[in-house]
């Protein structure tokens, strides 16, 4: 869990607030689904990472 402020009166708020407790803006973190795009891309990158050192490991020469 992180904070993040609040895109209408700046208060820092937890990102999985659903709205503002200050000025009652919903949070545009939540409604983008922010943190699961982060994590989704880092596995995405971690799948090719293991993909590409998986067919290095085999393809080389011995
Ligand atoms: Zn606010």
Do not use: T
């Not at 709205?19 to 949070?27: Q, V």
């Not at 799948?47 to 020469?61: E, G, K, N, Q, T």
């Amino acid at each position: 869990m992180g904070m993040v402020n609040c895109l209408y009166c700046g208060e820092s708020i937890a990102d999985d607030m659903q709205r503002c407790p200050k000025c009652g803006a919903p949070s545009h973190y939540q409604k983008r689904g922010f943190r699961l795009g982060a994590r989704a891309r880092l596995m995405l990158l971690f799948m090719i990472v293991s993909v590409a050192s998986l067919i290095i490991a085999i393809w080389l020469p011995r």
